[in-house]
T-cell receptor, first 113, second 115 residues
Framework: AQSVTQLGSHVSVSEGALVLLRCNYSSSVPPYLFWYVQYPNQGLQLLLKYTSAATLVKGINGFEAEFKKSETSFHLTKPSAHMSDAAEYFCAVSAPGWGKLQFGAGTQVVVTP | EPEVTQTPSHQVTQMGQEVILRCVPISNHLYFYWYRQILGQKVEFLVSFYNNEISEKSEIFDDQFSVERPDGSNFTLKIRSTKLEDSAMYFC?????????????FGPGTRLLVL
């Protein structure tokens, strides 16, 4: 079975500071990993995904994530936070033969001036 | 850019009533999903649908739930007799193919409140 754990339900960052959102996964097979973002009153939007190609994955809006098998992690980073990054971020896992996504609990990001 | 749409955005119903949540997936997509998120909890998978039949369902998706693709564009989730615990945000998603690598595109959700 697959599962993800997101450390920190709320993260506050200053504008211009590094954004780091943590995601650890558990999977009995090589996983596919996803980061989604949800802005207020909107659906979930894909930021980036790892599907067994390059371990460093670049996404939209300046975000990137690195797949580390040894640490079973897929942490999301952005070098410099912008006010528009305030949203909820979800890590999710899937695997070959699985059609569904298993989501983490989400991390709410607040950006302060 | 094509997007998944859902109606209504909000629905309030009385316990025991039937509700139908509607979704219009992206037009050339083949695989459809329903997820839900109870307030303060994780987004949970309910059901996936492909080629006019259910591919997979979770233990949440009991006999009170059903899905249908009544025409070439709509994808619906019906809850026959709503319970208080069905109150949640319901998300529809679609993907272009059946591979687990495929991106799932989500709609904005329907917030269901059962009184």
């Amino acid at each position: 079975a697959q599962s993800v754990t997101q450390l920190g339900s709320h993260v506050s960052v200053s504008e211009g500071a590094l954004v780091l959102l943590r995601c650890n996964y558990s999977s009995s097979v090589p996983p596919y990993l996803f980061w989604y973002v949800q802005y207020p009153n909107q659906g979930l939007q894909l930021l980036l995904k790892y599907t067994s190609a390059a371990t460093l994955v670049k996404g939209i809006n300046g975000f990137e994530a690195e797949f580390k098998k040894s640490e079973t992690s897929f942490h999301l980073t952005k070098p410099s936070a912008h006010m528009s990054d305030a949203a909820e971020y979800f890590c999710a896992v899937s695997a070959p033969g699985w059609g569904k996504l298993q989501f983490g609990a989400g991390t709410q990001v607040v950006v302060t001036p | 850019e094509p997007e998944v749409t859902q109606t209504p955005s909000h629905q309030v119903t009385q316990m025991g009533q039937e509700v139908i949540l509607r979704c219009v997936p992206i037009s050339n997509h083949l695989y459809f999903y329903w997820y839900r998120q109870i307030l303060g909890q994780k987004v949970e998978f309910l059901v996936s649908f492909y080629n006019n039949e259910i591919s997979e369902k979770s233990e949440i998706f009991d006999d009170q739930f059903s899905v249908e693709r009544p025409d070439g564009s709509n994808f619906t989730l019906k809850i026959r007799s709503t319970k208080l615990e069905d109150s949640a945000m319901y998300f529809c998603a679609s993907s272009p193919g059946t591979s687990a690598q495929e991106t799932q595109y989500f709609g904005p959700g329907t917030r269901l409140l059962v009184l």
